[in-house]
């Protein structure tokens, strides 16, 4: 694929257009059709189908078949050689994945290059987990024995999510896989076509077919028939509160199994003692990172009053610095991914403003200087807000910083806890003891000290309280994917 020529407006060739089922893209001569748009631009660039609860029982059932026929029962290191091989490819194919998500998702070209890698590494890891998920003994009166299996669930339904297409995709998929279930995937709507490529690549690397599925189209549509299937083992969903909520009434119909992941309002906690380069750069990565667009985003500055006023102004000024542009040529920042959502973010920020909020910097919508098109939103830092306002308490997911002072660490925590969300918080100390205090108490399912998204896929990653339940990444989230069965035998 060629940047200069899609940045002219051509159309890229050979994307997939249909489900991706039983091993092989297809639709339906009279499926209906549905554009996938350029977020830099604003404009469509490919159509793909919108499917039908026809689709997903389709794929359903190849799931199935594939499961109890072929990839439960295949030798988990033969599992793992295919998986190691897509992680190979997907490495190799990475700069024509890159770019296609940063079509369908509007971020930078360097953050999608480093989305792709990162996907690539997620099936190399759980490729080296496949034949290591061992059970235990258990320690019973003599003449017994006693042990565990973890034997896979079965067939896995995964919501994916429109910020974080390639990622969220292989986060699930990898895992699942490596424990032995089979897949069908619904990317989201407006981002449908890397998960698609995914599935492909996966077959290409030996995946037998019916193993992993992709069914692209609306949540009604096919999301609704998917998690309602009475034929799925388990669910993985990321996105809204709401929706999530809808799922998990859905599931209870089957008592399925679940994974949510709901979003959050994440607190950076930044003490006066502080690294203050590294704690700047940090802060405006945690909300700036994916024009904001992240579950995860650290959205709260959290920041002790000796050093509010130098830091604010600091990141004020330097926030007024990014350069916006389309995503292909790879600005320092992007557009938000739809018009709606970017109508969303502006509604929150101007209803803000009419109860009095400060905007320090931003608070208005943007275009692309080179085109004059495109759904962007200015990097936007709010002041000192209280913790009952909708700033601090409500998901922006978008650019929005909103500030909050603490009079010291204590306060701080408070201050931390003070929302409905738990997903993540972040820590700049450089006091081990106070770090390592604020990592216990802060009600989160992961704490960052000193470095805002350290870790990697070796980290299981989840939320508490409103940002959902379960883990992903690291050896807990293959669990996920995993039922326990307890054996005890007299002797």
Known sequence: MNIEDILAGKRPEGLPDGHFIDGQFRRASDAEMMESFDAGRGEAFASFVNGTAADVDEAVASARKAFVSVWRDMAPAERGRILNRAASLLSEEAERFAIVETLDCGKTLSEARGDVLGAARAFEYYAGATDKLQGTSFP???????????EPMGVSAQIIPWNYPISTAA??????????CCVVAKPAEQTPFTALMLADLLSRAGLPDGVCNVITGT?????????????IDQITFTGSVVTGQRVMRTAAEHVTRLVLELGGKSPVVVLGDCNREA????????????????????????IERSIHDEFVAELVKRAEKYRLGHGLRDPDFGPLNSAAHLAKVAGIIEAAKARGAEILTGGETATDPETGKGWFY?????ADTPSDDDLVQEEIFGPVLTVQIADNAEHALALANDCQ?????????????RALTLARDIDAGQIFVNEYFA???EVPFGG?????????????????YCKSKNIAIKL
Request: proline share 3%; aromatic share 6%.
């Open 279 to 302: 704690a700047i750069d940090g802060v405006l990565g945690a909300i700036f990172e994916n024009a904001g667009q992240i579950c995860s985003a650290g959205s709260r500055l959290v």
């Open 421 to 433: 969300y738990g997903l993540v918080g972040g820590i700049y100390t450089q006091d081990i003891s």
């Open 464 to 480: 508490n309280k409103m940002s959902g339940f379960g883990r992903e990444k690291g050896l807990e989230g293959m669990l996920s």
């Open 171 to 180: 986060r699930g998929m990898a895992p699942a896989l490596a424990a032995g």
């Open 219 to 231: 949540g009604a549509a096919v999301g609704a028939p998917l998690t309602a299937h009475k034929d």
């Open 378 to 382: 200015k990097p936007t830092i709010i």
């Open 140 to 150: 019973l009166a003599k003449g017994y024995l006693g042990f565990s299996l973890n």
């Open 455 to 457: 870790g990697g896929v």
